[in-house]
Nanobody, 125 residues
Framework: QVQLVESGGGVVQAGDSLRLSCAAS????????MAWFRQAPGSERESVAA????????YFADSVKGRFTISRDNEKKTMVLEVNSANPEDTAIYYC??????????????????WGRGVQVTVSS
């Protein structure tokens, strides 16, 4: 069984940056597309960013375009979300997700079948 573990969350001030990491461990399935989702209190889970298997294609939600970047290292089985110019609307639990079937970057949660437990990000104004 493959597991995804997020790290790097915490409390930051508006305008600050932070780096979220996702590490895969367990059985050596090939994790294809990977993504970040987030869920704020009282809101539904929403897509944030995604990256294709080889990293050539990415997807960003409109709300984070130009502020977030996504990258991955397949050899290390890690994925990173760089959050820049954070604002209070970015406050949420951030989840790492991976697909064993989808190669291309996808903003749909239905594309992903492996999920982490999430990490809290709080942006204070």
């Amino acid at each position: 069984q493959v597991q995804l573990v997020e790290s790097g969350g915490g409390v930051v001030q508006a305008g600050d940056s932070l780096r979220l990491s996702c590490a895969a461990s367990g059985r050596s399935f090939t994790l294809l597309a990977m993504a970040w989702f987030r869920q704020a209190p009282g809101s539904e889970r929403e897509s944030v960013a995604a990256i294709s298997f080889m990293g050539a294609n990415t997807y960003f939600a409109d709300s984070v375009k130009g502020r977030f970047t996504i990258s991955r290292d397949n050899e290390k089985k890690t994925m990173v979300l760089e959050v820049n110019s954070a604002n209070p609307e970015d406050t949420a639990i951030y989840y790492c997700a991976a697909s064993r079937a989808t190669i291309n970057a996808s903003g749909s949660s239905r594309s992903y079948d492996v999920w982490g437990r999430g990490v809290q990000v709080t942006v204070s104004s």
